[in-house]
């Protein structure tokens, strides 16, 4: 059974930087894609970032520049590097994995595993 588990959020000052990891466990996640997906209170889930088997990396507009997504597939760990962070950046953040190389990695529907969140808040 694969398996997510993310790390790396907190608490962090307006323009500070955080770096979140989501070890996978249960077996290799490569070829799969992953995904980074966020919730803020009262909000849906939004798409922030997706990485391909390949290593080709798309971002939602909002975060574009700021956000760096990376994998390590040795390690089985896919990584969010986040600088310059916004206090509309407060949510809890999502990995996910798509097993399947559906495509459309911006969707919540194209991912089969996901991980239990981490909490990123952004003080102003």
């Known amino acids: 059974q694969e398996q997510l588990v993310e790390s790396g959020g907190g608490l962090v000052q307006a323009g500070g930087s955080l770096r979140l990891s989501c070890a996978a466990s249960?077996?290799?996640?490569?070829?799969?894609?992953m995904g980074w997906f966020r919730q803020a209170p009262g909000k849906e889930r939004e798409f922030v970032s997706a990485i391909t088997w390949t290593g080709n990396s798309y971002y939602a507009s909002s975060v574009k520049g700021r956000f760096t997504i990376s994998r390590d597939n040795a390690k089985n760990t896919v990584y969010l590097q986040m600088n310059n962070l916004k206090p509309v950046d407060t949510a809890v953040y999502y990995c996910?994995?798509?097993?399947?190389?559906?495509?459309?990695?911006?969707?919540?529907?194209?991912?089969?595993?996901w991980g239990q969140g981490t909490q990123v808040t952004v003080s102003s």
């Open positions: 996910a994995a798509d097993s399947r190389l559906s495509g459309g990695l911006d969707h919540i529907g194209a991912y089969d595993y």
């Open positions: 249960g077996r290799a996640f490569s070829p799969y894609d």
